[in-house]
């Protein structure tokens, strides 16, 4: 059974950084995709980034272009988000997401209703 676990959220003040951690395990991190995927209060669930299996392209969210990066460490099994320059709309429950597809031909995360595993969620709060 695949199984997520995230960590690393917490407080921060605008313009500093975290860095998410979801442990993957039950599957073999190399077959799967893995993506970020963030859900405001009030909000949907939406992309920020993901990674794809084989190649490791990468996607992100315009919103977190040049700020935020997504990487994978096979024998740890573990996806990172980097999360640098941090806004109050950062603020969020993040999720780990695991798929066998999912980046989109366009280049996106794929629609979070497709997704098949879900993390428990990290809460992230970026206030002064």
């Known amino acids: 059974q695949l199984q997520l676990v995230e960590s690393g959220g917490g407080l921060v003040q605008p313009g500093g950084s975290l860095r998410l951690s979801c442990a993957v395990s039950g599957f073999n991190l190399g077959y799967i995709g893995i993506g970020w995927f963030r859900q405001a209060p009030g909000a949907e669930r939406e992309g920020v980034s993901c990674?794809?299996?084989?190649?490791?392209?990468?996607s992100y969210a315009e919103s977190v272009k040049g700020r935020f990066t997504i990487s994978k460490d096979n024998a740890k099994r573990t996806v990172y988000l980097q999360m640098d320059s941090l806004r109050p709309e950062n603020t969020g429950i993040y999720y780990c997401?695991?798929?066998?597809?999912?980046?989109?031909?366009?280049?996106?995360?794929?629609?979070?209703?497709?997704?098949?595993?879900w993390g428990q969620g990290t809460q992230v709060t970026v206030s002064s």
């Open positions: 990674i794809r299996t084989q190649g490791g392209r990468t």
């Open positions: 997401a695991a798929n066998l597809v999912i980046v989109t031909d366009q280049g996106l995360c794929i629609s979070p209703s497709r997704i098949g595993y």
